[in-house]
Structures are given as structure tokens and as C-alpha cells.
């Protein structure tokens, strides 16, 4: 019979590898894991700053008196990429989601992610990372929390990892900014007195202990040191979340006297943090946010037959860079060479100046004696020199030939470095620039993809840390400072008044926040760009300097823009001035220069009644005096025919002919008076109005 297996005892449990032991044997599985990416990468650092002859040929070179010369033009290349993503940083954009959140209070979430960058000089953390990535495939930043000044507020800073080989991340995790990633290690060398100092009389671990390549030990002091690292890893913990009337929150954190509407079990991240060496732990905590806060920046990252290649930009320029230093070593060599080439002389030809002959290529001679006859007595030619051919025209092709590889396998090309090409017209020249910008533009875009989870860290850290109602500084995208007030309500108390001085208080624990990325110039050279295409409009508009020339002035960047905008707008119509309701004494301004205004229009209207009242009147004078010429011309008529009648016609005849007259006399004045009537004004304010006729009142007869 087959002898039955021993089961294990109840009270047998599997035996828990300590924290110490995982720690270590999940340091060598990254390690391992990423030996030869890590030695890739420290050839492509060591080529970078001019290692670029392999050690056998060098120290063969050498010893032979061959020139072995280094033109490194690999920096050159790399700063035209780092260079361009300064010009164009990109930058964190807060949108909100849903939950309660809103657009107000995501652009304070915003303003308090450019604090953080512009308080612990973001920018040296992005620039290191993002050239380390150009150099060697991979760079990484940190987020940290740590008490302010006397004070048990606390403040979050970006900082720089100078050295990315002190990183080691879970090889397991897939997503390009290791948002994934169940553990991560970051080791530090410590002199012994200063580990004593910091962590008192603890075990010091051996400086192997947690050492692989690109790592090790420091060469600038004598000293064995200690080597400590910083663990962290992730746990799972179950928590109740509830759902009440104003919103979802923690088990506990729910407002008072709401009712829970439903609740659920979730499994949460935690994420821990210890510092240990290779016996022990020296401190532990937890870390508030979710995400381990380490942001890794990746150049080309790909899986090849299951293992891992990551790279930068040197990585394919290194065979290039080679060739052009081979052949500017040949070419060199062979230039040197030429003075050098030897001379062809008869037996006995030279004999008794063998000295002067032997120091003909190292000395400048006068003259150099010679025997006419060889040995038998038969005359010969002088020596002459032996030509060297040595094809400097087929390493200039050579030369050129490694300068284009270079070029190529960068994508820069002579545009784009400011040199003189083929390409003479400017939208050529744009064109070729252009293209190289396309070549490299995975780089920039790889880095806006870490800044938009160290967005999202910042987003899911910065309610963790406010825990009471505190006033905060925001920096807006021009750069100018405001200061807010804000809470998290489901850790401050939430019947705290505002505080003085301040009408809101911005909730930044409620609501569900997203992150984008803008990428393109920086905010001073967005303002530059203004200002040249909005010159451009005003020469072709110039009527536009009237309404928009506080915008354009304030735009620019020398000493006395910012007053002479503010003139500028102070001049503009009282409808393109923005009203600042909180500032009562702006307010107070411009209304007295509306009514200011508005009495100068009043003033000019009335002189223009008045400038019109008058041209009526003597228009009235005018036509009243043409019809008084009238009827006398008519009465005069009237006259002459009484008197041609009384002389040629019967009385009846002249009788119906002065009837006649007469009718017409007073037809032509009945439509004077009735033009005059209809022209004249209506009285203004209750003013008398001008007699018919043109005639003035009564206590003026003489003008009748």
C-alpha cells in the first residue's frame, strides 16, 4: 500500500517572508531583470560625454602614436531636442468630471499645481528627466510631502532623481508611466557618520547589498559608505464607501445628520513607504496618495522576444559618431604623414651625408649634398622624393558620408542647427525645420505623458493634505499671484466661516477631477508672438490701437509697459473697460467719468439746437423779406395798369384787369405766409414762437 501523506497540523501556518527578505528579493528581481538595459544605458551615458573608442582600440592607437581623436557632436544633437521641449513645456490642465465638481474650482486646482511646480522648481526636475530620457531611455522626478516652517501645514514639492540608475521599478508593471507599478526602490549612499546622525546606533548593511550597474559606489571620498533605500509598496485595503443627499464619501467622513442612501466594500490602494538597509527597517509611514510617487520619463520602450529595450537618442548615433571620429583620426593621420613620405636614392648616392639626409624630413637643410655617379662611375639623377599618395579627397567623402548618417539617425538636420543648406527660400527652410521637429517629437510627447500622471498624483494628494480651511496661493498661467481660500469638507470642518476678506471658499475634497496636457511655447513666448502678429493687425488697422492698445502694450517686455497700458486703458470708451465690482474707488472713478461724459454730450446737443434755431430764423427773415419784394413788385404792376387803363381801355376793362391783379397779389401772399408757418420750429421749453412774417414781437414795431 501506497504510505498516506501527513497532513499539516491546524495550527501550522505557511511561513510570511519578512519585510527585509521581499524587499531583497524583489531588489534582485529588478536588478536582474534590467542588467543588460542597464549597461546599454551606461555605454550610451559614457558616449555621450566623449567615451566613444572602444578600450582596446584606444589603448592601441595610443601606444602606436596614432591619433585617436574625439569630435563629439552627440551634444549638439541632444540640445536641439532639450532645448526645443523648454521652449515648449508642457503644462497641467485641471478639467472637471463630474461628482459635484466644477469649472471654478478646477482652475484653483490648477493654479495650486503651478504653486507646487514654480515652489519646489518643477522645471530642473522636467529638464534633468527629460535629457536623461534623450541620453539613455529613462529619467525620473519624485513628489514629496513635508511640513512648511513653523507651521503643521503641509506642502507638496516636485524633485529631481540625479541619478535615474538609483531607481529600480516593478518589471512587471505595462503602462508607460508605471501607473501600475506594485513596488519601487530608490537607494541612497550615506557616509557612516552621517547615517549614525540620522538613524542613530541601528545595524549599517553592506554597500552591495542593494548595487547593480549604473550605481555604484561614489568615487569623490575614501570612505566605505552605507547604502540605505526607500521601499514602497502597495497593499490592498478594504473600506465601506456611503452615498448620502450632498454626495460619496469614506465610512465616518459623511456629513452629520445625513441620511446614507446606500453603501458598498471597495478594495483601496495603499501605498506604504519604509526606509530600510539589508537587516532592518529604520522608519516606516504611509504615503497619502494612491500612486507611488515616482514618475519615470521613457525614450523608446519595446518588448523584444520578452525582453526589454529602452533607449534615447544617442543609442543609434553611436556607429555615426564613430565613423566621423575614425576618418577625422585617418584623415588626420594621413595629412600628418605627407611631409613625411621618403626619398629614392642610388646606392652610394648619399654616402658620407647620411646625416643630413636622415634629418631631412625633421630639419629645414640649405642644401643637401649628393654624389653624381653611382658606384660603377655612371652618372644619376638627384634623389628625388617618393610621392604618398594618400586619397585625403576619399576620407573628405568619408567624413561627409558619417555627418549625414548622423543626421539621419537624429533626424536634425543642418536647418534646424542654424546651418546653410541646399534650401535657400524660407518656406524650404521652415519645411526642413519642420521635419526634424516631427522626427523628435516623441520625445516632448512622452514627457507630456509623465506630467500628466504627476498631474493626476497632485490631484489625488492635494485634498489629502488640507485639512482645515487655509488660504492658499495660486499662480494663473500669466504668472500673477492670487490667493484663495480653500478646504476639503470631508476632513475640515465644515461650519468654519470664511475668512476675513474672502467671499469663497473653494472645496477641493468634492468632485471628480480629470488631467490634459497642453503642449506649445511657454506662456513669455505665447505674449512674444502676440505681440508681433497684433502689430501686424494694427498696421493694417490702425483704428485698432484705439480700442485694443492697452493689450498690445501690456504685452511687451520692457520697464514702463505696465503704466503706460494702464494710461492706455484708462483712455478707452467707458463700454471696453471691464467694471471691477470689487474695487469700489475704480468703480467710484468711472462713473464720475460717465457723467462726465454724459454732461459734455448734453452740452453739445444743446449748442446744436441752438446753432439750429438760429439758421431757422434767419432763413424765416430771408423768405419773409422775398415776399414782401413780391407783393410790392405785384402792387406796382397793379398801378401801372390802373394808369394804362384810365388812358386806352373802357373803366370796365380796367376794372376786371385791377380784380385781377389784386386776386393774384393776395394768392402770392397767402403762400408765403403758409411756407413761412410750415418751416418755422416748434417752441422749445415753452418759448414764444416767432410771429408770421418773419416778424418779431410786439415790443419790437420798428422791425414791421
Given amino acids: 500500500m501506497r504510505e498516506a501523506k501527513s497532513k499539516p497540523r491546524k495550527d501550522e501556518q505557511p511561513q510570511v517572508p519578512s519585510l527585509i527578505t521581499l524587499a531583497l528579493k524583489r531588489f534582485r528581481l529588478a536588478a536582474d531583470s534590467e542588467q543588460r538595459l542597464r549597461r546599454d544605458a551606461l555605454d550610451d551615458l559614457e558616449f555621450r560625454i566623449g567615451k566613444q573608442w572602444p578600450s582596446d582600440i584606444e589603448t592601441s592607437r595610443t601606444q602606436d602614436g596614432r591619433p585617436c581623436l574625439t569630435m563629439n557632436r552627440i551634444p549638439a544633437f541632444l540640445r536641439q ?3 526645443e521641449q523648454r521652449q515648449q513645456r508642457p503644462a497641467v490642465q485641471v478639467n472637471p468630471v463630474g461628482d459635484g465638481a466644477d469649472i471654478e474650482t478646477a482652475e484653483i486646482i490648477e493654479g495650486v499645481i503651478r504653486h507646487i511646480e514654480v515652489n519646489s522648481d518643477a522645471e530642473v526636475a522636467y529638464d534633468h528627466a527629460f535629457e536623461m530620457m534623450a541620453t539613455i531611455g529613462f529619467g525620473y522626478w519624485r513628489i514629496i510631502t513635508e511640513y512648511e516652517t513653523e507651521s503643521f501645514d503641509q506642502q507638496i514639492l516636485i524633485k529631481r ?58 568615487e569623490w571620498a575614501n570612505r566605505e559608505f552605507v547604502r540605505v533605500a526607500e521601499y514602497f509598496y502597495t497593499e490592498e485595503v478594504p473600506e465601506t464607501l456611503v452615498q448620502t443627499a450632498s454626495g460619496t464619501y469614506r465610512a465616518g467622513e459623511e456629513p452629520t445628520g445625513e441620511d446614507i442612501q446606500q453603501e458598498r466594500r471597495v478594495m483601496r490602494q495603499q501605498v506604504c513607504w519604509r526606509k530600510i538597509n539589508a537587516v532592518e527597517v529604520i522608519e516606516e509611514r504611509d504615503w497619502p496618495g494612491q500612486w507611488i510617487p515616482i514618475v519615470p520619463v521613457l525614450g523608446d520602450d519595446l518588448d523584444v522576444d520578452g525582453k526589454r529595450y529602452l533607449a534615447g537618442m544617442v543609442r543609434n548615433a553611436k556607429d555615426p559618431q564613430r565613423m566621423y571620429n575614425y576618418q577625422i583620426s585617418a584623415a588626420t593621420e594621413a595629412s600628418a604623414l605627407q611631409p613625411k613620405a621618403p626619398f629614392l636614392v642610388a646606392d652610394g648616392q648619399i654616402e658620407g651625408f647620411e646625416d643630413q639626409w636622415r634629418q631631412a624630413n625633421v630639419r629645414n637643410f640649405a642644401f643637401l649634398p649628393y654624389h653624381v655617379q653611382d658606384t660603377a662611375g655612371k652618372p644619376i639623377p638627384p634623389p628625388q622624393r617618393q610621392s604618398s ?42 519645411a526642413r525645420q519642420k521635419q526634424g521637429d516631427i522626427a523628435n517629437l ?29 488660504i492658499q496661493r495660486i499662480i494663473n498661467p500669466d504668472r500673477s499671484v492670487k490667493h484663495v481660500a480653500i478646504t476639503n469638507s470631508h476632513m475640515a470642518d465644515a461650519d468654519l466661516e470664511n475668512p476675513v476678506g474672502y467671499d469663497k471658499v473653494y472645496d477641493v475634497g468634492v468632485g471628480i477631477y480629470d488631467v490634459s496636457v497642453s503642449v506649445g511655447p511657454s506662456y513669455q513666448s505665447k505674449r512674444q508672438e502676440a505681440v508681433a502678429s497684433q502689430m501686424a493687425l494694427i498696421n493694417s488697422y490702425p483704428q485698432m490701437m484705439q480700442i485694443a492698445g492697452d493689450l498690445l502694450v501690456r504685452n511687451m517686455d520692457w520697464p514702463g509697459a505696465e503704466q503706460i497700458a494702464e494710461r492706455l486703458y484708462k483712455s478707452l470708451p467707458p463700454q471696453l473697460q471691464d467694471q471691477d465690482t470689487q474695487d469700489p474707488k475704480k468703480a467710484l472713478m468711472g462713473a464720475q467719468a460717465t457723467v462726465q461724459q454724459l454732461q459734455q454730450q448734453l452740452q453739445q446737443a444743446t449748442a446744436l439746437i441752438q446753432q439750429q434755431h438760429e439758421i431757422i430764423q434767419t432763413e424765416q427773415v430771408k423768405q419773409s423779406a422775398e415776399s414782401q419784394r413780391e407783393a410790392k413788385r405785384l402792387e406796382a404792376q397793379i398801378v401801372i395798369a390802373k394808369i394804362n387803363a384810365s388812358k386806352d381801355l373802357d373803366k370796365a376793362a380796367a376794372d376786371r384787369m385791377i380784380a385781377e391783379f389784386e386776386q393774384a397779389t393776395d394768392h402770392a401772399h397767402e403762400l408765403a405766409m403758409a411756407q413761412v408757418q410750415a418751416q418755422q420750429p416748434q417752441p422749445v421749453n415753452g418759448g414764444a414762437q416767432p410771429q408770421a412774417g418773419g416778424q418779431q414781437p410786439a415790443e419790437n414795431p420798428q422791425n414791421a
Avoid: C
Fill in 161 to 218: 532623481i540625479k541619478n535615474p540608475f538609483t531607481v529600480y521599478f516593478d518589471p512587471t508593471a505595462i503602462e508607460p508611466d508605471y501607473s501600475d507599478a506594485k513596488w519601487a526602490f530608490i537607494v541612497e549612499d550615506l557616509l557612516p557618520d552621517e547615517y549614525r546622525s540620522r538613524y542613530g546606533n541601528t545595524q549599517m548593511a553592506s554597500l552591495k547589498d542593494f548595487a547593480t550597474v549604473g550605481d555604484h559606489d561614489p
Fill in 81 to 83: 531636442v532639450t532645448n
Fill in 389 to 430: 599618395d594618400t586619397q585625403l579627397a576619399s576620407y573628405s567623402f568619408l567624413i561627409r558620408q558619417a555627418d549625414n548618417d548622423l543626421k539621419a539617425t537624429t533626424g536634425i538636420f543642418d536647418a534646424s542647427l542654424g546651418e546653410k543648406g541646399p534650401d535657400q527660400s524660407g518656406r524650404a527652410i521652415l
Fill in 442 to 470: 516623441n520625445w516632448t510627447d512622452n514627457l507630456a505623458r509623465s506630467i500628466r500622471h504627476t498631474g493626476r498624483i497632485l490631484i489625488d494628494l492635494i485634498p489629502r493634505i488640507v485639512t482645515r480651511t487655509k
